[in-house]
């Protein structure tokens, strides 16, 4: 029994010592016969490698993607040529996540740093647009009117022009006073050489048509609002006229009702009731006729206008443009 016991344990000793030389010689083979760690080659990103990579998710719209990549690209490759043509795109790629502010920021930095005409004239348009969308039309008007400054070339001008144009048919959408007039001031400023690109006859057109529209007085509906639903009825408002006149008619009546009835306590509270329904039926009134006013402009202007800017990226640079329906 114990001769056995010797030749196991001997037999066992002697062939678990082969895995563990082979698992010492892959190892070995791994570390000192790898060809990397003798050769040291390692895969190498030049500029042009990185730049194609960012453009391509920037093509299929992968704009945070993008971002990303352009902003890698200026960190490993700075004071390259196409610097400034990246930051554009970066800033770009924020208009189209809808960062607005941040886009803003990056169009503004390129204006100051102006580096390149062409992409400085467009960062200005771009910027903006970033305000338009930000529903900050005066810092928008204030960029167009630098941009004059800046570039007082036909060309250029005529985008300002187009795009102050298109600033204040927003602003006349939205009923500000004067607006019309001063859309149509700048269609007028486009030069000879460029009416059919900004569509500036159709435009002069459509304000024409917006000027001579049928709109309501709200002062003399609320004047006729002294006949509770009479200043309804001149909105063209006729089931609210119907209604405003048998409710303050109703109240009119139980209040004297009331009165007749020696009830003076009712008669009070329906008369306090009354002055309040009567005092609303006047502010309707005058509303109505400024809602009035507004759908009218806004049925002219959807109807043939889109102010929605689209942007157009070409080889000659951004353009951002409103279209005509038809």
Sequence with gaps: MTYRINLFQIHFCRFSLFPLFSLFCLIWGTVFCSPAAGDGSSLVIT?????????SCYENKDYETAVVEFKRFIHFFPSHSKENEVRFKIAMALYHLGKYHEAARGFNDMILAHQDE??????CFMQAECFIRLNKSDYAGIVYQNTKTL????????????????????????????????????????????????????????IREAEQASEKDPRLSGVLSVIPGLGYLYCERYHDAFMTFCLNAGLILA???AHEDSNDPLAGVLAIVETGFYAGNIYGAVSAAHKHNREVRVRIFDRYIDLTPAVDMSEKGVGVSFSLNF
């Design 47 to 55: 500029a042009d490698m990185q730049h194609e990579y960012a453009e």
């Design 118 to 123: 062409q992409l400085t004239r467009e960062a």
């Design 151 to 206: 570039f007082p070339d036909r060309d250029t001008l005529d985008r300002v022009h187009a795009g102050l144009a298109r600033l204040s048919l927003i602003q006349a959408r939205n009923m500000v006073p004067g607006a019309l007039d001063q859309a149509g001031h700048y269609l007028e400023q486009i030069s000879e050489a460029n009416p059919q690109v900004y569509e500036k006859d159709r435009l002069l057109a459509v």
């Design 255 to 257: 209040a004297v009702k």
